[in-house]
């Protein structure tokens, strides 16, 4: 059980429970990955620590957003199937060229 003590939570030692900025994290960050792509600009393999082909694009879609800002959004989306039945949503960066993986 935890005490709410109402300025520090305390679990049942009595030890406080970290709350520094450092153990807090943002939730559903994109993360940077290696794809390759086809002529047309799709994805047709991951590549982490070894090439994982791209066996179906099960989904594609587009975001045009915050066009008025500094830095808009502009990212074209793929909901794939790899060969090895893992699936994935990466998403390339229109504006960088950048590709990343989302996970939803």
Known sequence: MVENTGKTLR???GQPV???PST???VNMPV???IEENAAGQPTAVKDKRR???MTIEDHWRID???W???PVSRVYYNVLLTSGRRMVLYKDIIKGDWYEQEY
């Open 52 to 54: 994982m082909p791209v």
């Open 24 to 26: 807090f994290r943002p």
């Open 32 to 34: 940077p990955i290696k």
């Open 11 to 13: 679990a049942d030692a």
């Open 18 to 20: 970290a709350s520094s």
């Open 69 to 71: 800002r500094d830095e």
């Open 65 to 67: 957003d915050e066009w």
